[in-house]
């Protein structure tokens, strides 16, 4: 698929028929993504893009999964979280960006704060399914052979629950990286996201395919790296 699309791509930017400021060649693309290798631009801006993606997406799996736990085991906290969860889900998070704004400002902590509540969703309610697939006979199997809360949750729950949790980490870390660029072509004065709408302001077409080029490369990559991980686990 890649190579066609390179194929597709280079025959089309060749050809004339589509202006260059528009779709520039595969070559022009490749020269100026080892341009900015060379100078640590893309090093500079991909570092900021991934703190932030990161600072948000470890946050809302540490608080995601405990909820979706608590939730699943303790019939009051469903209660309470459930329609508050439902109800606010299908909210498109990036709407109160401008809140997180006017709080945090135009730096880091409002774009972490945004990926954290984007990521958190997908966390809790997978975790929250996946627990209540645990088989309650396992549960009360444990129990009767001696096994402590703490055995229970680490032996039983956990391993029942993790193929679900890793379903939500697929979804959630994605959802990370897209809320960081959302956010940085916003407003912000470094990552790849401000790269790109930097780049296609100023008309340097070529550096904007770099930074997108750039997103899907660390995006396969960390997902390749979950997926050994999950195989591992």
Not at 21 to 29: A, F, M, Y
Request: glycine share 8%; with cysteine.
């Amino acid at each position: 698929a890649f190579v066609v699309i390179v194929i597709v791509w280079e025959a089309v930017a060749k050809s004339g028929w589509v202006s260059p400021i528009l779709l520039p060649s595969i070559e022009g693309v490749l020269q100026q993504f080892f341009n900015e290798l060379a100078s640590q631009e893309l090093f500079v801006h991909g570092g900021y893009s991934l703190y932030r993606a990161f600072c948000g997406f470890i946050s809302a799996v540490i608080v995601g999964v405990t909820l979706g736990f608590v939730m699943a085991r303790v019939k009051f906290f469903d209660a309470l979280l459930d329609p508050l969860f439902s109800a606010s889900y299908p909210i498109p998070k990036i709407s109160i960006y401008p809140i997180f704004v006017f709080i945090f400002g135009f730096g880091s902590l409002s774009k972490i704060v945004l990926v954290f509540l984007e990521c958190l969703y997908p966390m809790v309610i997978n975790t929250y399914y996946g627990t209540r697939t645990v088989k309650q006979i396992h549960v009360w199997s444990a129990q009767n052979m001696g096994a402590s809360d703490w055995q229970i949750f680490w032996r039983i729950i956990l391993p029942g629950a993790s193929p679900f949790i890793f379903s939500g980490l697929r979804v959630a870390m994605p959802i990370s990286l897209i809320i960081v660029i959302i956010t940085e072509m916003i407003g912000a004065g470094e990552g790849l996201g401000y790269m790109i709408e930097f780049s296609r302001a100023s008309f340097e077409t070529p550096t904007m395919y770099v930074g997108i080029l750039s997103i899907a490369i660390i995006g396969y990559l960390l997902d390749v790296l979950l997926v050994r991980v999950r195989a591992r686990v």
